[in-house]
């Protein structure tokens, strides 16, 4: 029998736990072990210590379900179901002691059809006492725990409803991986009543929270966006690739408050 949504976010709420225990402690020890990977992005022991850990609890828990981790590869991926982990998202912020990094984990399942949907999601973020949570038809939710209060009460967050772009504020990384959108995303900034490069999985949570109404990064892998689809789909929000496809399979992300998105997509196309 398969396990219910509020089971897979259970367990989901676990290994963001064990991952937690693991990369606070290694938050800004002197002893961080760093290496490169081959694209030239840095590793830290916690990173794949906290992978390791999540994996440990599948093999448990979910021992039919696939995995697709940023740290070792894919397995099962034929199967119905499979989790998608970024241990640290933001590892280049962790080494530098700047506290915007979280755990994503993120469940997708897969049709009759082959359809592909995010159904579980959570972004944990300990140094910021942060934490995010959805599945599929159950709302977003956040909890903010800055006394390790074990009892810290969830609380339910949505999108604004700002529906102008020299209303809306827009998060975004940084200029790099345009290519030939630049110039139309410098423009789009300029149309816009406010813009911070908040970065990586915090911009995309501020828009689920509603504080932000537009987060934009060009090129992010599937472990980047899964767990963030979910949370900002269920906070009311939409959210797709830069050319507007749905889903976290696009290589790019783009979440808002679904009021403005159209306007966003058809900005940043580039005419032949």
């Given at each position: 029998m398969s396990a219910s949504r509020g089971e897979d976010l259970t367990l989901a709420l676990r290994m963001a736990d064990a991952a937690d225990a693991i990369t606070l402690a290694r938050y800004q020890a002197q002893d961080l072990a760093i290496t490169t990977k081959p694209d030239n992005t840095p590793v830290t022991d916690a990173?794949?210590?906290?992978?390791?850990?999540?994996?440990?609890?599948?093999?448990?828990?979910?021992?039919?379900?696939?995995?697709?981790?940023?740290?070792?590869?894919?397995?099962?991926?034929?199967?119905?179901?499979?989790?998608?982990?970024?241990?640290?998202?933001?590892t280049k912020n962790f080494l530098r002691g700047v506290p915007t990094w979280a755990t994503l984990i993120g469940l997708i399942e897969?049709?009759?059809?082959?359809?592909?949907?995010?159904?579980?999601?959570?972004?944990?973020?300990p140094a910021l006492f942060r934490r995010w949570y959805a599945f599929e038809g159950g709302g977003a939710f956040v909890i903010v725990n800055r006394n390790n209060d074990q009892e810290a009460t969830p609380k339910r967050i949505s999108v604004s409803s700002v529906s102008r772009m020299e209303d809306a504020s827009i998060s975004y990384s940084d200029f790099v991986g345009w290519g030939d959108r630049l110039p139309l995303f410098h423009s789009l900034l300029a149309s816009a009543w406010r813009t911070r490069a908040h970065g990586d999985f915090w911009s995309h949570m501020l828009v689920a929270e509603g504080a932000v109404d537009i987060a934009i990064e060009p090129s992010l892998a599937l472990w980047d966006m899964a767990a963030l689809d979910i949370i900002v789909r269920e906070a009311g929000g939409r959210f797709t690739s830069v050319a507007g496809v749905d889903g976290p399979h696009g290589g790019s992300g783009l979440s808002s408050n679904g009021k403005l998105h159209r306007h966003v997509v058809e900005t940043l196309q580039v005419t032949p």
């Open positions: 990173d794949k210590s906290a992978e390791d850990a999540i994996r440990a609890l599948l093999r448990a828990h979910r021992p039919d379900d696939g995995i697709v981790g940023e740290e070792f590869g894919n397995e099962g991926l034929d199967k119905k179901r499979y989790w998608v982990i970024d241990p640290i998202d933001g897969k049709s009759a059809s082959g359809e592909e949907k995010v159904i579980v999601g959570v972004v944990s973020a």
